[in-house]
């Protein structure tokens, strides 16, 4: 399998190379250049293979330049530090079903795709005796899921920008109380946007960024997306089992359209509506569901909400359903991205709606209607959600109709205990492994918002 941009006919890459590029030379992300179809025989030897299995036989039809041995090592390598052996975990009432995804380090589902980018960057580096310095910006999640995925890794250092004191103090202390030598977490005295501001003009510093092999752990990475089709597959097998039913939907909790991008390519490999589905759920940045709604792709102010890893309006993988939509067309892609740059908006026509309307239905999820789905769910169940999560399950249950529907859990709800709390009017218990996190010895360093600072921090620590 080969990769090509969404922009332009012009190169094809290997996997290796569209693992390390991130985007394609002309702006464009990068794709593989054909989506295979799984065969009913091929789907009947995949239903009851183990998560890795399963992970091993999907990653071979995308993956040509790695051995069958080197394929299967790095998968049980990434997802030998999951609590569960199985990678994420099944609950159900009735035909609906929660898909735990967050069984890993950092209790959320970015470390399935994070895990596995970790130890295929150090397997590609050693290969090619490279050495890299990832640089970020979080407010959150992404910098710990990163963090947890390259640190111990040879070759690899990481620098995670966060707004100081401006974080969750869970998010704070899941960073900084991974005390390792490669390890830096760079508390900035400013806000989220001057991190990212940081960042940004440390990455146009081309000769800077040559220099010191500075590379960015973006949401847009194909890997990333490779590794969630896994869950989506696995857990539709599961479910259709049990049901006897050939359909299910599916509802994700969205905010970059990375994973239920994911989701997108699962059910083109499974091909005849077995996923009849998806459902897109946001929160109030609701940019994607006026899109699947309306037809009304246009950008407006973030607003901060209970449910922040959603909290985003321009989402980045976006492009890549669109390259999809018009038909692997890439110059109609390239124009669309180019009017969305210069206009903020992309109108669709009627017409245009409803075949988006044949992928995904999509509801936007009030913050209030998120604590009452906590409160609710839990009465109901005694099952204790997160917020994204009840975004999913709230917009889910809009839509189930007579099929089974299965809801991503996205993270779990001692990620974000503030909000929960005050959903159940109690304090809920926490997992003894977060707990513990309170009395570690932490390591990060508090640095004024002055990109030089933090150049001259680079030019100290990163490996050359
Ligand atoms: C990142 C994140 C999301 C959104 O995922 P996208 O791939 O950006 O759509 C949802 N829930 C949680 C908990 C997240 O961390």
Same mark, same amino acid.
């Given at each position: 399998?080969? !990769?090509?941009?969404?922009? =332009? ?21 990068? +794709? ?26 999907? #990653?071979?039809? @995308? ?9 299967? /090592?790095?998968? @049980? ?8 052996? *199985? ?21 959320a ?29 979080t407010s959150g999640d992404t910098g710990s899921a990163?963090?947890?995925? +390259?640190?111990? =890794? ?8 966060h707004p100081?004191?401006k974080i969750s103090?869970i998010q704070f202390?899941m960073m ?7 390890? @830096?977490? &760079? ?5 989220f946007?001057?991190? *990212? ?5 440390? #990455?146009?510093?081309? $000769?800077?960024? =040559? ?16 590794? *969630?089709?896994? !869950? ?64 009304? @792709? ?10 922040p890893s959603?909290?985003? *309006? ?6 890549? !359903? ?5 038909? /692997?067309? $890439? ?9 969305? &740059? ?26 209030? /209607? ?6 609710? #769910? ?19 249950? =809009? ?8 809801? &991503? ?6 990620k974000f ?30 640095? $004024? ?16």
């Amino acid at each position: 399998m080969l !990769y090509v941009s969404t922009r =332009k006919r012009a190169f094809h890459l290997s996997f290796k190379d569209t693992v390390f590029e991130g985007l394609a030379p002309d702006g464009g992300l990068l +794709v593989p250049e054909r989506i295979p179809l799984l065969t009913k025989k091929e789907i009947e030897e995949l239903k009851d293979l183990t998560y890795q299995e399963l992970a091993f036989r999907i #990653f071979s039809l @995308y993956v040509s330049d790695l051995s069958p041995g080197e394929l299967r /090592e790095i998968i @049980y390598k990434s997802y030998q530090s999951f609590r569960t052996s *199985q990678v994420v975990a099944l609950k159900n009432w009735g035909d609906l079903y929660i898909l735990e995804l967050f069984h890993g380090p950092t209790w959320a589902f970015k470390d399935i795709a994070l895990q596995f980018l970790g130890v295929l960057f150090e397997k590609l580096l050693l290969e090619t005796e490279r050495k890299i310095n990832l640089l970020g910006a979080t407010s959150g999640d992404t910098g710990s899921a990163a963090i947890y995925g +390259v640190m111990d =890794k040879k070759n690899i250092a990481i620098f995670i920008l966060h707004p100081y004191q401006k974080i969750s103090e869970i998010q704070f202390l899941m960073m900084t109380t991974v005390v390792r030598p490669r390890v @830096y977490n &760079l508390a900035i005295e400013g806000t989220f946007d001057d991190c *990212q501001a940081i960042v940004k003009s440390i #990455f146009m510093d081309l $000769p800077f960024k =040559k220099k010191y092999s500075l590379s960015a752990i973006n949401s847009i990475n194909w890997a990333r997306i490779m590794a *969630q089709m896994v !869950y989506y597959l696995w857990a539709y097998f599961r479910v259709t089992e049990k049901e006897k039913k050939a359909q299910v939907r599916i509802s994700v909790p969205t905010g970059n359209f990375g994973d239920i991008f994911a989701g997108y390519l699962a059910k083109r490999m499974l091909g005849e509506d077995r996923i009849e589905r998806l459902i897109l759920a946001t929160n109030e940045n609701d940019i994607l569901a006026r899109w699947v709604n309306k037809g009304d @792709y246009s950008v407006k102010e973030v607003i901060p909400t209970l449910s922040p890893s959603m909290d985003i *309006q321009v989402a980045s993988n976006f492009e890549r !359903y669109l390259y999809y939509f018009y038909e /692997e067309d $890439p110059d109609k892609t390239r124009e669309s991205m180019e009017r969305f &740059l210069r206009e903020r908006k992309l109108s669709f026509s009627r017409e245009e709606v409803q075949k988006i309307q044949k992928d995904f239905l999509s509801s936007a999820v009030t913050q209030e /209607e998120t604590l009452e789905t906590i409160r609710e #769910f839990f009465k109901e169940t005694n099952y204790i959600l997160d917020p994204h999560t009840a975004v999913g399950v709230r917009a889910g249950l =809009k839509f189930k109709d007579n099929f089974p529907l299965i809801c &991503l859990a996205t993270a779990h709800p001692a990620k974000f205990p503030e909000t929960v709390n005050k959903a159940l009017g109690f304090n809920f218990d926490l997992p003894e492994e977060i707990k513990r996190l309170y009395a570690l010895p932490k390591k990060f360093e508090v640095l $004024p918002s002055e990109v030089e600072r933090v150049k001259s921090f680079l030019q100290d620590k990163a490996l050359i």
